[in-house]
């Protein structure tokens, strides 16, 4: 079985800061790794994923992230936080090679982006 | 439509009511996915759709939820005498295909539909 673990509940930056959110999995067999993100009252909207080859995964919004399989790592990064940024945030695996691509998702990490 | 799209957006039932919940995906879509979000937690994986074909149901929790799909389209997951532990957010989502790591194979989220059960 895959887990997925997001040590921060919440992180408050100021604005024009930078930002990471931290994400680790436990897997025995390979995954896919995605970020999402979660404004209030609305659905899931996909940052970015990594499938293969570069570690170094570019996404919507400035966002990036950069897969570490040896430390099993995935963490967000943004290099300038802006306010619009504020919203709640979740990292999930999929195994590789299954019929469908079934997420299992962290808790969460809610970014609060301040003035 | 534009985007998944789920109704009711907000529900409350009382307890050992049944409820149910509707999902129309984006047009085309091949896979449809359900998922129950607790407050404070991440989504949980419910059940899957192929088309009509119902291929995982191994998150759904206990005998009285129940999914279907019937046409391959618009999807109803359904909710039997309602307990206070089913008070969640269920997130419906869709995508175009079913194969794994296609790297345009993006999966669609509705706005989910807020279960209360009282």
């Known amino acids: 079985a895959q887990s997925v673990t997001q040590l921060d509940s919440q992180v408050p930056v100021f604005e024009e800061a930078p930002v990471e959110l931290r994400c680790n999995y436990s897997?025995?067999?390979?995954?896919?790794l995605f970020w999402y993100v979660q404004y209030p009252n609305q659905g899931l909207q996909l940052l970015l994923k990594?499938?293969?080859?570069?570690?170094l995964v570019k996404g919507i919004n400035g966002f990036e992230a950069e897969f570490n399989k040896s430390q099993t790592s995935f963490h967000l990064r943004k290099p300038s936080a802006h306010i619009s940024d504020t919203a709640e945030y979740f990292c999930?695996?999929?195994?590789?090679?299954?019929?469908?691509?079934?997420?299992?998702f962290g808790t969460g990490t809610r970014l609060l982006v301040s003035p | 439509g534009a985007g998944v799209s789920q109704s009711p957006r907000y529900k409350v039932a009382k307890r050992g009511q049944d409820v149910a919940l509707r999902c129309d995906p984006i047009?085309?879509?091949?896979?449809l996915f359900w998922y129950q979000q607790a407050l404070g937690q991440g989504p949980e994986f419910l059940t899957y759709?192929?088309?009509?074909?119902?291929?995982?149901k191994s998150g759904l929790p206990s005998d009285r939820f129940f999914a279907e799909r019937p046409e391959g389209s618009v999807s109803t997951l359904k909710i039997q005498r309602t307990q206070q532990e089913d008070s969640a957010v269920y997130l419906c989502?869709?995508?175009?295909?079913?194969?794994?790591?296609?790297?345009?194979?993006?999966?669609?989220f509705g706005e989910g539909s807020w279960l209360t059960v009282v």
């Open positions: 989502a869709s995508s175009l295909e079913s194969l794994v790591g296609r790297a345009g194979n993006t999966i669609y």
């Open positions: 897997s025995s067999v390979s995954v896919y």
């Open positions: 990594y499938l293969s080859g570069s570690t």
């Open positions: 999930a695996v999929s195994r590789v090679n299954t019929g469908f691509q079934k997420l299992v």
């Open positions: 047009s085309g879509h091949v896979s």
């Open positions: 759709f192929q088309n009509e074909a119902q291929l995982d």
